[in-house]
């Protein structure tokens, strides 16, 4: 195994850029494998388990690789956002509304933009997407909750998909 402290910065983006695709790509493959034998439904059901597993375990690496601590808040899930294996390849945006909710805006989706420049609708991904941002924020800090804003196949301007993100505190 190679050492990545032999490649210079811009090689190391690049990995990094092509490890996240890859990735994405691999999530890709794997949905309209269990599609196409299962049916959608059942898939839509298989990839809702797959992201309620996944999201626990990025969020505790992202954790653990960049020490923020457990039950940090708000402020602690807005950094494990950036850490997120799509935020290389989406543009996203936090807000925070009135210092107790953050509002977390994908701009920009890859998965969705591929489907359009194929002409094909977009992807449902609204069961799926409140499975994994609750699991992920819940990961970060048991206390949050998680409200879908719009994700298709709800329509939204100037977004792809929004969610809002508050804490109960005692």
Not at 66 to 92: C, D, H, K, M, W
Request: proline letters at 4%; glycine letters at 4%.
């Amino acid at each position: 195994m190679s050492s990545l402290d032999q490649y210079p910065r811009s090689t190391l983006i690049k990995l990094v850029e092509m490890y996240a695709k890859n990735w994405l790509a691999h999530d890709g493959c794997w949905f309209l494998a269990a599609e196409e034998t299962y049916g959608t439904e059942t898939a839509m059901e298989l990839d809702g388990l797959a992201w309620k597993r996944f999201a626990v375990s990025e969020a505790k690496r992202i954790m653990k690789t960049f020490s923020i601590p457990r039950n940090g808040g708000l402020t602690a899930l807005a950094e494990a956002f950036q850490y997120r294996l799509y935020a290389v390849l989406n543009a996203q945006r936090i807000e925070w509304k009135n210092g107790h909710t953050l509002i977390f805006k994908m701009q920009d989706c890859r998965v969705q933009k591929t489907r359009k420049a194929k002409n094909l609708a977009d992807f449902p991904c609204k069961s799926v997407g409140i499975i994994e941002f609750t699991e992920f924020a819940r990961t970060v800090d048991h206390r949050i909750r998680t409200e879908c804003i719009a994700c298709p196949p709800d329509k939204a301007e100037g977004f792809y998909c929004a969610w809002a993100f508050s804490l109960d505190l005692p």
